[in-house]
């Protein structure tokens, strides 16, 4: 397994060190997936080195809010290089060796509720998940014939560093009262990947406690 991040050093040995004591094995992979050239160039050399991968979850995401009357134009051109032109940058050079692999593969991203139904002073982060979610479904048609299914997830509020410190409002604005957690997503990614999930591609499946 290839753990990429681009600053977390430290999440990423101790995600490491935990798939380890798991039994499983993995590596890690720095490079910043809004850098095509640097992202072709790390996926290159992990390709000739280790071959083809199986499958491949595309998890980037950053935001930079603002109303669009006074965003900047550099954090519409960040958040758009990060959330969106990724899904190229990382899926270009690896889709390829995936279908010369002839064994299937999984490819899932993740979007957002914001780029289903939109959010205020969010239009650069809701543009780019909403066009991952395009890209998705599109990449789907194209690989199915191959077995790789392409199925998208869309969280609602997750418990994550991005959304630390939520007002207590938002969370009583959920239907279910709470906001989601890393490991309820991860088991919905966990699932996409396995056997059970071949009939399922270019699928959005929402995880939004009812907030949709």
Not at 76 to 93: E, G, H, I
Not at 162 to 184: C, D, F, H, N, Y
Not at 194 to 208: F, Q
Request: charged fraction near 20%.
């Amino acid at each position: 397994m290839a753990i990429n991040y681009r600053a977390g050093l430290e999440a990423a040995t101790t995600l490491l060190d935990e798939i380890h004591t798991a039994g499983g094995e993995g590596f890690l992979l720095p490079f910043d997936v809004s850098d095509r050239v640097q992202t072709l160039g790390a996926l290159t050399g992990v390709l000739e080195e280790r071959g083809a991968f199986w499958g491949v979850v595309l998890n980037a995401g950053i935001t930079r809010d603002a109303p669009l009357p006074s965003m900047r134009g550099e954090d519409w051109d960040l958040v758009l290089r990060t959330n969106l032109d990724s899904f190229y940058n990382v899926l270009q050079p690896l889709v390829m060796p995936m279908i010369r692999l002839k064994s299937g593969g999984r490819i899932v991203t993740m979007s957002s509720l914001s780029g289903l139904a939109g959010n205020r002073g969010q239009c650069n982060y809701a543009a780019s998940k909403a066009g991952l979610i395009a890209a998705t479904k599109s990449l789907a048609r194209e690989v199915a014939k191959r077995r790789i299914t392409v199925n998208c997830v869309a969280p609602g509020i997750i418990e994550t560093d991005m959304t630390a410190g939520l007002p207590k409002e938002v969370l009583e604005s959920i239907p279910l009262r709470r906001a989601g957690t890393a490991e309820e997503v991860a088991s919905l990614v966990q699932y996409l990947f396995s056997d059970l999930a071949g009939y399922i591609t270019s699928e959005v499946i929402s995880m939004h406690g009812g907030m949709l």
